[in-house]
């Protein structure tokens, strides 16, 4: 589970980026390398530092193989084991 800062839009977003990235054995610089984005925007986005544009997201869907809402919430994610066991 990851949690994320308050952006400066205001509004919090969660993410599991870092989750999704550890199961595939990624880098910040090769999800970055994928999604034509720099690193430093992956760092970002893990830290909840910056909000993803709407493509962005779609795009990380579409890499990842999982539903937008498995990646973006408004409201904190249930820790993975929780939801598996």
Do not use: C, H, W
């Not at 909840?48 to 408004?74: H, K, Q, T």
């Amino acid at each position: 589970m990851t949690q994320t800062k308050q952006s400066e839009s205001g509004t919090q977003l969660y993410n599991r980026i870092p989750v999704l990235r550890a199961e595939r054995n990624l880098s910040r610089q090769d999800l970055a390398r994928a999604l034509d984005v720099s690193y430093q925007t992956i760092g970002y986005l893990e830290r909840g530092e910056y909000n993803p544009s709407l493509d962005l997201a779609f795009r990380m869907s579409e890499f990842f193989g999982v539903p937008v809402e498995a990646i973006f919430s408004r409201t904190p994610f249930r820790p993975m084991s929780a939801e598996l066991y």
